[in-house]
């Protein structure tokens, strides 16, 4: 029988605990399955096993932080830009990977506003790193790998 005068705690993490955790997990999903770590500054393409070519576009390397971004090789109708497209950043001293913005050259104000409430923010960026993570998943199973890099020029 429990005790009314005891008090229990649910061991819930908050939004932010749950967001850096994602991130984490995308570091070790990311660098496991496309191992960008290893890519210098330009432009790779991976085709993979079911006909959809992956890009990867590594931006920048500097010596604690990668920017990348991740894309299939086709085009959206309406917008004219790659979709589904994630830009990242990769701590690689943190070991965290962060999705910036799912649509490459947007910001987040442009998604959200210039001033956005915090709530709003957290929720973007956990739909955003949410989304990231299932793709990781799905590419891994369709046969991209960090084995199947080749540079654009020579496709």
């Known amino acids: ?32 399955v496309l191992g960008p770590q290893h890519l210098e500054v330009g432009r790779y393409r991976s085709d993979g096993n079911v006909g ?10 500097a010596p604690y932080t990668m920017e990348m971004k991740l894309s299939y090789a086709m085009l959206d109708a309406r917008s004219g ?4 497209s994630a830009h990242v950043r990769l701590y690689r001293d943190a070991q965290v990977a962060e999705v910036v913005t799912c649509y490459f050259g947007s910001r987040l104000e442009h ?33 991209h790998n960090r084995f199947a890099w080749c540079p654009e020029s020579d496709q």
């Open 52 to 61: 959809m070519p992956l890009q990867l576009e590594v931006l920048d390397r």
């Open 1 to 32: 029988m429990l005790d009314p005068h005891t008090t229990i705690v649910h061991d819930r993490p908050s939004r932010f605990a749950y967001l850096m955790g994602l991130y984490a997990n995308n570091y070790w999903a990311l660098t496991r």
């Open 81 to 84: 830009q790659p979709d589904p």
């Open 111 to 143: 998604a959200l506003g210039r001033f956005p409430p915090g709530r709003t923010v957290m929720r973007y960026r956990l739909h955003m790193n949410s989304f990231f993570a299932k793709w990781l998943d799905y590419l891994e199973q369709t046969g």
